[in-house]
C-alpha cells in the first residue's frame, strides 16, 4: 500500500509589521476630516500609499493561499471521477426508480377506479333488485286485494278477510326482502389496490413545487394585486445595461438613471 502523503503543505507566517501597518492605517483614516485642499491633498496621498499597503497585504496572502489552492485543485481533480460517477449513477436510479414508481401509480389508480366502478354497478344492481322485489311484491298484494274485493261482492267473507291478510303479507315480505338488498348494496365497497412494496432507506414522498408557465400572465396578476409585488425581482443586469446604453434616455418606468462620482487611486 502507498503511504506517501498527497499533499505536503508548509505555510510560512507573514510578517507581522504588515499586520500593524493595516491597522494603523485604518487609525488613520478614522481620524481624518477633510475640510481643506490642503488636508484633502494629504489624504489622497494617504490613499494611494493604502493603495499600495493593499497589494503588499494581497501578495502576501497569496503566497500563502497559492499552495493551498493548488493542493485542494489537486485533491478535487483526483476526486472529480469518482464523485461524477457516483453522481451520476445516482441520478440514473433515482430517475429510473421514479419512472417505473409513477407507471405503477398510473396504474394502481387505473385499477382502483375500475374497481370503483365495479362496486358502483353491483350497488346500482342490487338496489334494482331491491325496488324490483319491492315492486313486485306491491303488484301482488294488488292483485290479492282485487281477489278479496270480488269475494266479498260474492259475500265470501271469510274468504275476502284471508285475502286480505295475505296481500298484507304479501307486501310485507316484499319490504323486507327490499330492506336486505338495500343494506347489502352498502356494503358493497371496491377492494384497495395496493401500492408497490418500499424498499428500507430508500423512501417517495410527495412534495409541491411550482413553475412560471406564463410570465406575462404573472405579471399581470401582480399589477392588479399589488401586494404580491415581492414575486417579481428586478432583472437589474439587463436594466443595468440598458441604463449604460442609453443614459438619461432610458425609457424604463420607475427606474431612476442617473452618474454616480467614482474616485480611483493607484498604488503609490
Known sequence: MDTKPLVNLQVPQPEQ????????ALEMAQAY????PQVRDLAARELTKIKGLQKAVEETRKGITQPIDAAKKAVMDLFRAPTTYLDQAEV??????????????????????????????ERAEMEARAAAAAAAAEADAQEIQRKAQAAAAAGDVEAAARLNSEAESRVEQGAAEAAT??????????????????????????VWKAEVTDKLALVRFVAAHPEYVDLLDANMPAINKIALALKKNCPLDGVRVFEDAVLAARAA
Open 33 to 36: 476630516t477633510i475640510d481643506s
Open 92 to 121: 440514473l436510479l433515482k430517475k429510473a426508480i421514479t419512472t417505473y414508481d409513477r407507471e405503477q401509480e398510473r396504474k394502481r389508480i387505473e385499477e382502483q377506479a375500475k374497481a370503483e366502478e365495479l362496486a358502483r354497478q
Open 181 to 206: 338488498l338495500q343494506q347489502t348494496a352498502t356494503l358493497i365497497t371496491a377492494p384497495v389496490v395496493a401500492s408497490i412494496p418500499q424498499t428500507k432507506g430508500v423512501s417517495t414522498r410527495m
Open 17 to 24: 509589521a504588515l499586520f500593524k501597518q493595516a491597522t494603523s
